[in-house]
């Protein structure tokens, strides 16, 4: 009785998660509700403050201890807790969530950026727990990343390091809402997946996806015609992994990682994207490190991203 835990959020563009996880890993409870940042930051920050009123009550009757908070959290956030920019969140642009986190809960406090906070997670609890290095890649609505060296998240000097997802892997192609045009994840995401299926179907080509009107089709009904054996959606997820690849090479050479772990909604296609990806790194890398890294798929699902903060949380804990 009386384990330590952590309340741990996954916050995103559209839902917020809280949850109470143990050292472990163990997910205890879970909540998820709309994030309501559409209406401005004190709703929202009201919001998190409800459900963990919520979550608390359950520790305090299930006699666990809470020692700390973690926050996951979509953008580009600094060492001290700020965000500096979060195209899903605006509202909290300049806000320094770590700080508010720790003064409201009166617990020490940790925040990260949702996709290190996967990558945490998979090196922890998940994939990637027998390896000290690896790259993860969230494959979501966008592109996130993670590396670990070193059995260390590598954050970078400002904190805003391993946004992989906007390698550039097409100079003159789609253009993407940071402002670069080609990058990874619009190629490789759902959301590109989906985009590259619309535009082979307004070129003539045949496809069981016809059936689906266009402002309805999503990445998964792309997936379930190229198990199907449709030959237009696994076109679709063959040049994902092309691209996913072009861009595993120049991680495989750049740092001879152990691993490449592949999560997030489109990870549950793995194996329609494991040819195309397999087939550039061995292409384009050096034999020795492309021989040794693994290609795997994340463990974790959607629980990567509280797993990740709450890991994280634990750690700042033991070091402190
Ligand atoms: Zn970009």
């Not at 969140?89 to 969530?97: A, D, E, I, R, T």
């Not at 670990?148 to 892997?169: K, P, S």
């Amino acid at each position: 009785m009386n384990n330590p835990a952590v309340i741990s959020m996954d916050i995103g563009g559209t839902n917020l998660r809280l949850a109470l996880v143990l050292s472990d890993g163990e997910v205890i409870v879970r909540l998820q509700s709309p994030c309501r940042i559409g209406e401005g930051r004190m709703q929202f920050l009201e919001n998190i403050c409800m459900e963990y009123e919520k979550i608390r009550q359950f520790a305090e009757n299930a006699k666990i201890r809470i020692v700390a908070v973690g926050a996951g959290v979509p953008g580009l956030i600094d060492n001290s807790g700020e965000i500096l920019s979060s195209v899903n969140l605006k509202p909290l642009n300049g806000f320094n969530l770590k700080e508010w986190l720790s003064l409201t809960f009166t617990l020490p406090a940790i925040t990260l950026n949702d996709a290190n906070a996967a990558a945490v997670a998979e090196h922890s609890h998940g994939a990637g727990r027998s390896f000290s290095s690896l790259l993860h890649l969230t494959l979501g609505t966008g592109v996130g990343s993670g590396l670990i060296l070193d059995n260390r998240l590598w954050t970078g000097v400002d904190g805003v390091a391993a946004e992989y997802g906007h390698l550039t892997v097409e100079p003159d192609g789609r253009l993407c809402q940071c402002g670069n045009h080609g990058c990874l994840e619009q190629y490789a995401s759902s959301t590109a997946i989906t985009l590259t299926a619309i535009e082979k179907m307004k070129s003539g080509s045949v496809t069981q996806l016809m059936d689906i009107a266009t402002a309805n089709l999503e990445s998964s009904d792309v997936a379930k015609a190229a198990y199907n054996g449709d030959r237009l959606a696994l076109e679709c997820f063959e040049e994902a992994g092309r691209y996913l690849g072009i861009a595993a090479a120049g991680a495989v050479n750049l740092l001879n990682p152990e691993a490449i772990i592949l999560g997030g909604g489109v990870a549950a296609s793995f194996d329609l994207l494991v040819p195309a990806i397999m087939k550039e790194i061995k292409g384009r890398a050096f034999e020795i490190p492309a021989a040794r890294v693994k290609l795997l798929k994340g463990e974790l699902g959607d629980n990567a991203g509280i797993i990740g903060a709450a890991a994280t949380a634990f750690c700042l804990l033991s070091s402190s």
